[in-house]
């Protein structure tokens, strides 16, 4: 196992892809990314693994610990060549994002199988359009997340003639709403939706649809279960974890299908409020405050309570948002869901690459 330091800088991320492609076409051994600030790899991390795997990833903890997932080559290679498949012909990525998680991992990878190493953001001193534009320029695919697409398409200028120019321009690493998605699509940027993880080598399922070679299946309760050839080999150590079984991962999220056969991701079944006996969806709540004039960005979380066990809460960022008058409007449309509390905000506690950080925010509103 080679660990592989990342600090945002280029010079880090092209070392990770040299890395990473040698591990790949079996030339090396499997790599540990890192990224700035996280602690030394534990001794058990380092030791050697199956042959085939090619990287160990680690999760961002959404729900607990972090866990350490195996990725083995043949999924790597399974995943790049059915994106390059369904977005379009072989062309240089733009890494954008953090390389150590697997959204940045992939995008390096899916560069060097095409013949052109990717061009690598320095993200040192954070995210910039005007950097993001400088380094578009002859690069025919990129991955952002909803956080960063905001930023560009308010930049306007450079940055959204950068965003026209891509080929595709995959979404993914947290949700992304709909007020969002319209306006990318009315400015012609060509966004494609992903959704996944790092225990199926990142995005297996593009606007709705599982790439060629993914399956996706819903159990009675609406759970999300992805299968076939993007899929991990598990998890690294003794982790007592049954989400892996028969091939297939067991997500913690729940789906359901739309009348076109699109895949819909409903949220994850552990954000589910409970709240006087009945469950709310926080994304249902969501999407009533996103379409609110002038709310950016919502998130809704159960906090606890005396009389109703918990209580649901929302905070929203925007341009001169009244709260009251926010809940008195959604509030009709949502019944017992509707928000007790909104809470204005100048901008929400995130994690990993740019996901809300719901544990956060949880402890600010409580």
Not at 217 to 244: K, P, S
Request: aromatic residues 4%; proline residues 7%.
């Amino acid at each position: 196992m080679q660990p592989v330091p990342t600090d945002g800088s280029p010079v880090a991320a092209t070392a990770l892809g040299v890395a990473a492609l040698a591990a790949l076409e079996g030339r090396g051994p499997a790599v540990l990314p890192t990224g700035p600030g996280d602690p030394a790899p534990a001794p058990g991390l380092l030791a050697p693994v199956d042959d085939g795997i090619a990287a160990v990833v680690t999760t961002t903890g959404s729900t607990g610990d972090p866990k350490a997932v195996l990725l083995p080559a043949a999924a790597l290679t399974a995943s790049a060549d059915a994106t390059q498949t369904r977005i379009g012909p072989p062309g240089r990525w733009l890494l954008a994002l953090p390389a150590h998680h697997v959204a940045g991992l992939q995008v390096l990878l899916r560069s060097a199988r095409a013949g052109s190493p990717a061009v690598v953001m320095d993200l040192r001193e954070g995210f910039r359009a005007a950097a993001f534009a400088a380094a578009a320029e002859g690069c025919a695919y990129t991955s952002l997340v909803p956080t960063q697409l905001r930023r560009l398409l308010d930049a306007g200028g450079a940055a959204l003639d950068a965003l026209r120019g891509f080929t595709a321009v995959l979404l993914g690493g947290a949700a992304a709403e709909p007020a969002l998605l319209e306006r990318a699509t009315a400015a012609w940027v060509p966004i494609v939706t992903t959704y996944g993880m790092s225990e199926t080598c990142g995005g297996c399922v593009y606007d709705g649809r599982p790439l060629d070679g993914v399956t996706v299946t819903l159990e009675d309760d609406g759970r999300i279960r992805l299968g076939g050839a993007t899929v991990a080999a598990g998890y690294r150590g003794a982790v007592a974890d049954t989400a892996f079984e028969g091939g297939e991962f067991r997500t913690n999220d729940l789906g359901a299908w739309r009348a076109d056969g699109r895949l819909e991701v409903l949220g994850r079944a552990d954000d589910v409020i409970v709240t006087g006996g009945e469950k709310v969806a926080p994304a249902t709540v969501e999407r009533a405050l996103l379409a609110q004039s002038g709310v950016r960005e919502a998130c809704v979380v159960g906090v606890p309570d005396p009389e109703w066990g918990a209580r649901v809460v929302a905070a929203v960022v925007g341009d001169g948002l009244d709260a009251a008058a926010l809940r008195a409007a959604v509030a009709p449309g949502l019944g017992r869901a509707a928000p007790r509390e909104v809470a204005v905000l100048d901008a929400l506690p995130l994690r990993g690459i740019g996901k809300p950080d719901r544990a956060a925010l949880r402890a600010l509103l409580a």
